[in-house]
């Protein structure tokens, strides 16, 4: 099972007693899984679909609980989706009726008089607009597994319902962005902060607590690597400058001899000499008496003077 089957699993069995959430929940299910139909004067579907066998039967279970309506399941096939394989929720055509009014999927002003996007009324409070996000996820929501890449998103049936996901996320301090991908609007996190915050929300635990192992995983890896790149990057640099230092000493000695030098410049050159590849700090180990590296450096710097003038003569 993908790590994306793991959350909508999670999310499905995700405990919700209150009226409020669940009516918010079940009328942005409805929504962006395309599932009010107009069939004739007054005629209307309602299906609720959903990916996985969990998140259809926890709407079954809440259309028994909440609204007492005994529902049919099945599997579908729909060409909106591609062909891809989906269950359907069914309700009994004498309830809906019942249930577009309760959750305020009739608007006068729209085609067919159907909703395109749930009642602001039913999504005041926290609670009812996370519980709307729940119900976005649930109809067509995925995820990359952490280890490759941060990224989730939902997919839906239309753009109004789209921005509103979009615009609720926004509401409780998220930053989506949205999109259109094979004619369909999806709504979509790329921050792995926000991703972990807003599975936190929905009650996403178990997916929460993976991802955060993933993060530090990921973040102790690249201070590892972050780390190594410097110590070869320092590496880079000493030899660099100890084959400069060696070169400018050569110069010296051609142009009048190491043996001309002061004594503490001579010491210095003839160490380099010695100790080709250590840094300044070990140089100045070797010296007699021990100098530190800014010691070391300074002398360094006096035979660089000297070799660059004994060069342009």
Do not use: W
């Not at 902060?193 to 807003?198: S, W």
């Amino acid at each position: 099972m993908s790590f994306s089957e793991d959350v909508r699993r999670e999310l499905a069995h995700d405990k919700t007693d209150k009226k409020c959430c669940v009516n918010a929940e079940i009328a942005c299910a409805l929504i962006a899984s395309d599932g009010l139909s107009f069939r004739g004067p007054g005629q209307y579907g309602l299906s609720v679909y959903a990916d996985t066998l969990d998140a259809a039967r926890r709407y079954t279970v809440m259309f028994q609980k909440f609204f007492r309506i005994p529902c049919g399941l099945r599997q579908a096939r729909s060409s909106r989706l591609g062909g891809k394989t989906r269950y359907q929720v069914l309700l009994p055509d004498k309830d809906v009726p019942g249930i577009l009014r309760q959750l305020r999927l009739l608007d006068s002003e729209q085609l067919f008089g159907l909703a395109v996007k749930v009642s602001g009324r039913l999504i005041e409070r926290n609670c009812c607009r996370v519980a709307f996000l729940r119900g976005a996820y649930l109809a067509g929501g995925s995820m990359d597994n952490p280890q490759r890449a941060y990224h989730m998103e939902i997919s839906t049936a239309s753009e109004p319902i789209a921005r509103q996901i979009l615009q609720v996320m926004e509401e409780l301090d998220l930053s989506p962005r949205m999109t259109v991908r094979k004619g369909r609007p999806v709504v979509y996190l790329k921050d792995s902060e926000q991703i972990v915050t807003l599975l936190a929300m929905l009650g996403a635990n178990q997916a929460v607590l993976f991802m955060e192992n993933v993060r530090i995983v990921k973040s102790l890896r690249n201070e590892a690597n972050r780390a190594a790149n410097c110590d070869s990057n320092n590496v880079d640099k000493a030899v660099e400058a100890a084959e400069r230092q060696l070169s400018m000493i050569e110069t010296i000695d051609r142009k009048m001899g190491l043996d001309r030098l002061p004594p503490n410049l001579r010491e210095i050159a003839m160490l380099r000499r010695q100790f080709p590849d250590a840094n300044l700090t070990e140089l100045g180990r070797e010296a007699s008496p021990p100098l530190g590296k800014s010691g070391v450096y300074a002398r360094m710097r006096k035979l660089e003077a000297l070799a660059e003038a004994l060069a342009n003569e």
